[in-house]
């Protein structure tokens, strides 16, 4: 069955720490993997892809992802930090997007909380 | 750079009403989602179509249908609505598996 799991529902840093938000996936086929953060009442805005190529993958914000095949994982990651990053996180897996495959399965999220 | 557009962005409606949610992709993407976003939940998978034809069909009650035009915009019909049926709804679109992007949703509370 394909399905995401984010193990942290709800994660608190401090600012100016380093973030890592964990992310595993089960696909059947070669997976599309995404980043997507969500502050409330708002839309989906994505972070960062991994269609193929370099394992690892820079997004905009100072986000970079790891796709590890052999963990099935795929972690989010941040250096530092900034209040403004508080928001909720999901990461989402996802197949060709033309035909009868393309639809994103998304984890349950992980709400990040920043400490000033 | 053109974006997704979804239409309404608010919608309030009474229980047992209808509602028609609209959605344009970008110009040129051939693939349309759709995506309903409880409370608290997240995004699951309603329905897709591909050059026009549904392509592929998630947890979308019977209460729902939707359609892609000939223009590709596609449209979100919910009749006989329930007080469960509060969420976001997102459109997204794609071509080829690239370019998935997502609109801003339209929040739809019934009451």
């Known amino acids: 069955a394909q399905s995401v799991t984010q193990p942290d529902i709800h994660i608190t840093v401090s600012e100016g720490a380093s973030l890592e938000l964990r992310c595993n996936y089960s696909?059947?086929?070669?997976?599309?993997l995404f980043w997507y953060v969500q502050s409330p009442g708002q839309g989906l805005q994505l972070l960062l892809k991994?269609?193929?190529?370099?394992?690892l993958v820079q997004g905009i914000k100072g986000f970079e992802a790891e796709f590890k095949r052999s963990q099935s994982s795929f972690n989010l990651r941040k250096p530092s930090v900034h209040w403004s990053d508080a928001a909720e996180y999901f990461c989402a897996v996802g197949g060709k997007g033309s035909g009868n495959t393309g639809k994103l399965i998304f984890g349950q999220g992980t709400t990040l909380q920043v400490k000033p | 750079a053109a974006g997704v557009i979804q239409s309404p962005r608010h919608l309030i409606k009474e229980k047992r009403e209808t509602a028609t949610l609209k959605c344009y992709p970008i110009?040129?993407?051939?693939?349309v989602y759709w995506y309903q976003q409880g409370p608290g939940q997240d995004p699951q998978f309603l329905i897709s179509?591909?050059?026009?034809?549904?392509?592929d069909k998630g947890s979308i009650p019977d209460r729902f249908s939707a359609q892609q035009f000939s223009d590709y915009h596609s449209e979100l019909n919910m009749s006989s609505l329930e007080l469960g049926d509060s969420a976001l709804y997102f459109c997204?679109?794609?071509?080829?598996?690239?370019?998935?992007?997502f609109g801003s949703g339209t929040r739809l509370t019934v009451v």
């Open positions: 696909y059947g086929a070669t997976p599309y």
């Open positions: 991994y269609f193929s190529g370099d394992t």
């Open positions: 997204a679109s794609s071509t080829h598996g690239y370019g998935y992007t």
């Open positions: 110009p040129r993407h051939d693939t």
């Open positions: 179509f591909y050059e026009k034809m549904q392509s």
